[in-house]
């Protein structure tokens, strides 16, 4: 999607390995979003952000951390990864708030 | 927690006919409604959204009914294309937030 990559596009990793994903936007947009889709769940968020060194957590933060020094980049670290972690990953971005989400065409992670 | 309760989960309409997918939330807070399309691979686009000091908005094909005092709001897709063949998603928010909790989705197929 224009303005918004996300990588890598698909992983495979082992239990236990620390995996960082990477979300990166042209938008200068002040909001960012990670969510986790899987079947039966739909699109659940894991973190967000409202700024440089402004971040909190979503409904489903366990095992998960973010991070974001620059406007246009927001990480996503699996501190150790877990099979239950094997999902796709999508980030999103938005400013000014009400006028929709634009996402990212997601990351598509195994744990192994 | 289903903050926000989607159905069918599956959806199956004759090319020309009308697609209608529903949702419930629960938290009074919410008062901004989208509706989201992923075709496979990519990541949800935004179609469509509603806020509640209004009962209907309709854009194209696409309209959104929604009942305040049920809690509930609903997509209709009127003259359903093969093209429409998709999975939706609905979703709710605080306005001033934007940070939106999704349903589990309904994955539409129209046969010609």
């Known amino acids: 999607d224009a303005g918004i990559t996300q990588s890598p596009r698909h992983k495979v990793t082992e239990t236990g390995t620390p995996v960082t994903l990477r979300c990166h936007q042209t938008?200068?947009?002040?909001?960012m979003y990670w969510y986790r889709q899987d079947p039966g769940h739909g699109l659940r968020l894991i973190h967000y952000?409202?700024?440089?060194?402004?971040?909190d957590k979503g409904e489903v933060s366990d095992g998960y951390s973010v991070s974001r020094s620059k406007t246009e980049d927001f990480l996503l670290t699996l501190e150790s990864a877990t099979s239950s972690q094997t999902s796709v990953y999508f980030c999103?971005?938005?400013?000014?708030?009400?006028?929709?989400?634009?996402f990212g065409s997601g990351t598509r992670l195994t744990v192994v | 927690q289903q903050q926000v309760k989607q159905s069918p989960q599956s959806l199956i309409v004759q090319k020309g006919g009308i697609s209608i997918i529903n949702c419930a939330y629960e938290?009074?807070?919410?008062?901004?409604f989208p509706w989201y399309q992923q075709f496979p691979g990519k990541g949800p686009a935004l179609l469509i959204a509603?806020?509640?000091?209004?009962s209907e908005k309709k854009e194209g094909r696409f309209t959104i009914s929604f009942n305040k005092s049920a809690k509930q709001f609903s997509l209709h897709i009127m003259d359903s294309q093969p093209g429409d063949s998709a999975t939706y998603f609905c979703?709710?928010?605080?306005?001033?937030?934007?940070?939106?909790?999704f349903g589990t989705g309904t994955r539409l197929q129209v046969f010609p």
């Open positions: 509603i806020r509640p000091d209004v």
């Open positions: 979703a709710a928010s605080p306005y001033s937030t934007d940070k939106l909790i």
């Open positions: 999103a971005i938005s400013d000014p708030p009400g006028l929709g989400y634009t």
């Open positions: 938008e200068n947009h002040r909001y």
């Open positions: 952000s409202y700024g440089v060194k402004d971040t």
């Open positions: 938290n009074t807070a919410f008062d901004y």
